[in-house]
């Protein structure tokens, strides 16, 4: 498990911005991608890439989150998600995505999302921006 986490967490130094994108699209999956890990490594090594890297890893998680967005909206998951999920998605809408980025609850969200058919470009945006801030935070010691 140990080499698996190491191999992730240096996509992006290994693999360049391309390793990022993966790093993110996996991290947004259930699947351990360390994103925040492989972000922090990179503006290490590459600090003049700052803005690129958040564009790269940004993408890549918003799309691994909306293909949760997609499972919840071709699949019948209702019993599985929670009712509190579904009930906080169906009052707050798309803006309840801008949480996707949080641990376990974020897939959740995007499945619920999906399920209850919000409109696809709101949710790609919402989720999109949370994401960006949250790696935006990560990367603010390297833009000061």
Do not use: H
Request: hydrophobic residues 55%.
């Amino acid at each position: 498990m140990d080499a698996l986490l190491g191999f992730l967490a240096g996509l992006g130094s290994n693999y360049g911005l391309a390793g990022l994108f993966a790093s993110g699209l996996l991290s947004a999956t259930l699947l351990p991608g360390n994103s925040e890990l492989a972000l922090l490594l990179w503006l290490q090594a590459q600090p003049a890439t700052v803005w690129s890297a958040l564009l790269m890893v940004t993408l890549g998680n918003t799309l691994g989150s909306l293909s949760s967005y997609g499972l919840g909206r071709l699949a019948k998951v209702s019993s599985s998600l929670s009712p509190t999920v579904l009930n906080q998605v169906q009052r707050w809408g798309a803006y309840s995505l801008l949480l996707a980025w949080l641990p376990i609850v974020g897939d959740a969200l995007c499945l619920a999302a999906g399920y209850l058919r919000l409109p696809l470009a709101m949710s790609a945006a919402c989720i999109a921006i949370g994401k960006c801030l949250r790696y935006l935070l990560l990367a603010l010691p390297t833009l000061l």
